[in-house]
């Protein structure tokens, strides 16, 4: 009797279990093959070894308009719990997209409107109302008023900064 293939013994199986987020190795290692071998069952008969519904970490950085580092600020804070491939690639599913998105706070600092794209603080009109009121601007009553805040906002910096404690 001829000896069955990885494919005849494992063929659902080895589909379902890259579905379900299992890296190629992974596999490998549960049917007893290499993960060439897999890779290679699974561009033979599904035409693919890309994993569905998942999408990389770059992808899903320029997909919110955010850095790569911001996500992975979220993945050591608990937030994000991406799927680990090897060495640096990382694999998001839907749901960890939808996370990272609520995650995500990309509103302007001053009146809380959407940013668009590229601005990292500021939408345009506070952007431009910051610039408009720049201090080089500032008539004489108005310079004294900004100096004045300026010295408030250092002294209570600089008495939050007394009261922490030293380590």
Known sequence: MAKKSAWQRYGSIIWGMRQAGKTEAQIG???GVSRQRISK????????????????RRRVAKMLNVDVHHLIKLEKA???HPIFLRGSH????????????????????SCG???PKGAHKYCEDCRLE????????????????WRENSRERAIKKEAICHIQPKK
């Open 41 to 56: 069952i699974l561009k033979r008969h599904y035409g693919t070894t890309v994993m569905k519904n998942y999408m990389p």
């Open 78 to 80: 608990g937030i994000l």
């Open 29 to 31: 290692i549960f049917t």
């Open 90 to 109: 990382y694999l998001y599913d839907s749901e960890e997209i939808d996370m990272a998105r609520q995650a995500i706070k990309r509103e302007c600092i």
């Open 113 to 115: 409107q959407p940013l």
């Open 130 to 145: 910051r610039y408009r009121n720049r201090y080089k601007f500032l008539n004489e009553e108005q310079r004294e008023h």
